[in-house]
């Protein structure tokens, strides 16, 4: 089973270090990484940067439109207002197929703002203690957790990399 956790940092560039350390951890293999990406929001930019980890992605990786289309409902949607209401609820229920509802969408909004980051992360085993070793100290908080074996199941069909 995947789990699907976001994680968020209190500088902008703390979920491309928190990357860059959990891909070394991969290598140690304690710790698959499927997917991931990362936010950055740099102070004084009025929105934040998406990237998508494709280095990264093995089989089961979600494409960038699945990334894309959360990321755009979480950030750039609300700019364009009401007038796209009716689009907005049929994302909203699309993913809250995956678990992703209008309490997570919220909650990343109001945690994810200017000079601040998020790691999106898509992980499958994992040595717990020893990541958690590494990451000992780091100013990070974890926003959501978990996907149940169905919603997986539905995120790789809808939204994985052909191989």
Known sequence: ???????????ADGAEHALQKLTELQKQHLIEIVDAAVISWPRGQKKPKTKQ???????????GAFW???????FFIPIFG???????????????????????????RDKVTEGTSALFLLSG???????????????????QSNLSNEQEAK?????????
């Open 1 to 11: 089973m995947a789990n699907l956790t976001v994680w968020k940092f209190n500088t």
């Open 82 to 108: 009401l007038a796209i209401g009716a689009a907005t609820g049929a994302l909203v229920g699309h993913f809250s197929d995956y678990g992703i509802n209008d309490d997570f969408i919220k909650e990343v």
């Open 155 to 163: 995120l790789q069909e809808h939204f994985s990399i052909a191989a």
């Open 68 to 74: 894309g289309l959360l990321f755009g409902l979480i």
């Open 125 to 143: 085993k994992a040595t717990l203690d020893k990541v958690s070793e590494a990451f000992a100290g780091e100013q990070l908080e974890l926003i």
């Open 53 to 63: 980890a494709t280095n990264l992605s093995g089989i089961g990786a979600l494409d």
